[in-house]
């Protein structure tokens, strides 16, 4: 993390400043997406975006056995005690406002700062522990449940730091639509991944509405294909997160006009990769679809023009943070 970045939101202390760079640097290497978006807010707003992003992220390793901060290949009951030491230390972190582990050292100073809901966090920690033993759900509502803590609350985290213009009540519920969506998202990328992890997250009763079920997945899987019937189910999920969306882009207008442009942008982004995913024909289930570069960097570039636009427009010393953010995007489009 640049030392601007950090100047700017006010974090001095060296250790503390060691951790949110530390957190931006497990976004920057597990989120292109997510991270382009983010270079598009205000410095002084980055590190603790990071810092949330990053907490979320080391969680999701540990659930997962994969790379990164988790145990890779662990078994089950590994991953179990590892998820319940990270609460722990998560707990006593937020109760003392630090921890040893540098991760949750930002995140506790973060929540000091925007006096987050300690809730925000236990419901999060809640679905990362269903994600150690539930396989599957039978009906969207049982999925909404997981996706309240392991998506819609991220939404509700990130709003205090990207700042309203509106009552912050107001916004909330399209803050948490937004985190959903997000997930949705992935959870239809990362069909074919997901049930090598032995999880099926599209729900069960719209897989069967299509004539589909985990056993035709795993056919489609190991064959690499595409059955029709699976690409009907894949599809109502595609429209189902479109009508997500419409309804978190209905909270952009609610934020501060300076954070607007990051988040228009990770929408338009994210939802570009349903528009891929339709385009190859819900390859889903063999191949990981991804937006283009050249598609990348030209939301980032009009993100930016949004950039500099609401900046001028209230006098936030537009041409020296209209070249940082140009610097910064530039940089990261095109890694």
């Known amino acids: 993390m640049t030392a601007r970045?950090?100047?700017?939101?006010?974090?001095?202390?060296?250790?503390?400043?060691?951790?949110?760079?530390?957190?931006?640097?497990?976004?920057?290497?597990?989120?292109?997406?997510y991270f382009l978006a983010t270079r598009l807010l205000t410095p002084d707003r980055r590190p603790f975006v990071h810092a949330l992003y990053g907490f979320a992220r080391w969680a999701d390793d540990i659930v997962d056995a994969g790379t990164g901060t988790?145990?890779?290949?662990?078994?089950?009951?590994?991953?179990?005690?590892?998820?319940?030491?990270?609460?722990?230390?998560l707990l006593d972190g937020?109760?003392?406002?630090?921890?040893?582990?540098?991760?949750?050292?930002?995140?506790?100073?973060?929540?000091?700062?925007?006096?987050?809901?300690?809730?925000?966090?236990?419901?999060?920690?809640?679905?990362?522990?269903?994600d150690l033993t539930v396989t599957a759900y039978p009906t969207y509502a049982d999925l909404a449940g997981y996706m309240h803590g392991s998506a819609a609350v991220i939404g509700l985290q990130v709003l205090p730091v990207l700042g309203t213009v509106t009552p912050r009540e107001e916004a909330?519920?399209?803050?948490?639509?937004?985190?959903?969506?997000?997930?949705?998202?992935?959870?239809?990328?990362?069909?074919?991944e997901d049930l090598d992890r032995g999880r099926v997250y599209i729900p069960g009763d719209l897989l069967a509405a299509h004539g589909a079920d985990r056993a035709l997945l795993t056919w489609c899987r190991r064959r690499g294909t595409t059955d029709p019937r699976v690409r009907g189910a894949l599809r109502e999920t595609?429209?189902?997160t479109r009508e997500i969306y419409r309804r978190a882009a209905q909270g952009i207008p609610m934020l501060a006009p300076v954070s607007r442009p990051c988040v228009r942008t990770a929408l338009v982004l994210y939802r570009g990769i349903l528009d891929e995913i339709e385009a190859a024909g819900y390859p889903v289930l063999h191949r990981r679809v991804a937006v283009p570069r050249r598609r990348?960097?030209?939301?980032?570039?009009?993100?930016?023009?949004?950039?500099v636009s609401s900046r001028v427009s209230h006098r936030a010393r537009p041409w020296r943070m209209s070249c940082d953010a140009a610097s910064d995007t530039t940089e990261e489009s095109t890694a």
């Open 238 to 240: 595609a429209a189902l």
């Open 172 to 192: 909330e519920p399209a803050a948490a639509a937004l985190g959903v969506a997000f997930q949705l998202t992935n959870f239809l990328r990362d069909v074919g």
């Open 94 to 130: 937020l109760r003392r406002g630090r921890a040893d582990h540098p991760v949750v050292t930002a995140l506790s100073d973060t929540v000091r700062r925007h006096r987050l809901d300690h809730a925000l966090f236990t419901d999060f920690m809640a679905s990362m522990r269903m």
């Open 70 to 89: 988790g145990p890779a290949g662990a078994a089950p009951a590994t991953r179990k005690r590892a998820l319940a030491d990270l609460e722990t230390v």
């Open 296 to 307: 990348r960097v030209h939301e980032a570039a009009r993100g930016l023009a949004g950039v």
């Open 5 to 33: 970045e950090l100047d700017a939101a006010g974090i001095t202390e060296a250790s503390t400043r060691a951790a949110y760079t530390r957190c931006r640097a497990l976004n920057a290497r597990h989120g292109k997406t």
